[in-house]
């Protein structure tokens, strides 16, 4: 006759085998949904300025701009999305660096949240600092929307879309500490 813990052993692995198999189902179902959305983005008020914030240091370029972003995530969500990690990310290259990548503004969409962003006139939630002093004049960053899907179960994919490419001045704007190193309060 068995033991008691050789049933509870026996019985513990029927349900962990049986939750794998129905996760792994879970997160099958949902491969093949299509996980493109409509998003528009602007930039305006586009200014460089010498950043001053670190000293001992080498001089080194602070960029700031407002930007419009419209953002329909409504084809995102299936039965299978717990949330989406929206973020901004400004990209370009230097001669120095020849990949620069920087997050410039997130959000966290819940699945009862809105399915929908509209932000206007937003400044950046993050400093766009520049690695030296190459940004002035700069022809081509390039503004783009990322979104992780966190899923109940399954992978962590990363897509992007909405990609605009930015210009920035030639010359330096003055440093206003206050207008650009205020407590933001993030809009839900």
């Not at 983005?41 to 670190?54: D, F």
């Not at 972003?69 to 995102?76: F, K, W, Y």
């Not at 937003?122 to 966190?150: A, C, P, R």
Request: aromatic content about 12%.
């Amino acid at each position: 006759m068995h033991s008691f813990l050789s049933r509870v052993n026996a019985l513990s692995a029927f349900v962990v085998t049986v939750l794998a198999g129905l996760m792994t189902m879970c997160a099958v179902s949902t491969v093949f949904f299509n996980s493109h959305a409509d998003v528009q983005i602007s930039a305006h008020e586009l200014k460089v300025h010498v950043a001053r914030e670190y000293p001992g240091f080498e001089r080194n370029d602070m960029a700031s701009f407002a930007f419009n972003l419209h953002a329909d995530l409504e084809p995102l969500f299936n039965w299978n999305v717990k949330m989406l990690f929206v973020y901004l990310v400004a990209e370009y290259s230097t001669p120095k660096n020849p990949v620069n990548q920087i997050v410039i503004w997130d959000r966290i969409v819940q699945r009862d949240d809105v399915h929908e962003i509209h932000v206007e006139d937003e400044e950046m939630e993050y400093d766009f600092f520049d690695d030296g002093n190459q940004l002035t004049g700069h022809k081509n960053i390039t503004l783009s929307l990322h979104w992780n899907v966190i899923h109940i179960a399954g992978t962590l994919p990363r897509e992007n879309t909405g990609h605009v490419s930015i210009e920035l001045p030639d010359a330096y704007e003055p440093y206003e500490r206050s207008k650009y190193r205020r407590l933001r309060h993030r809009s839900p």
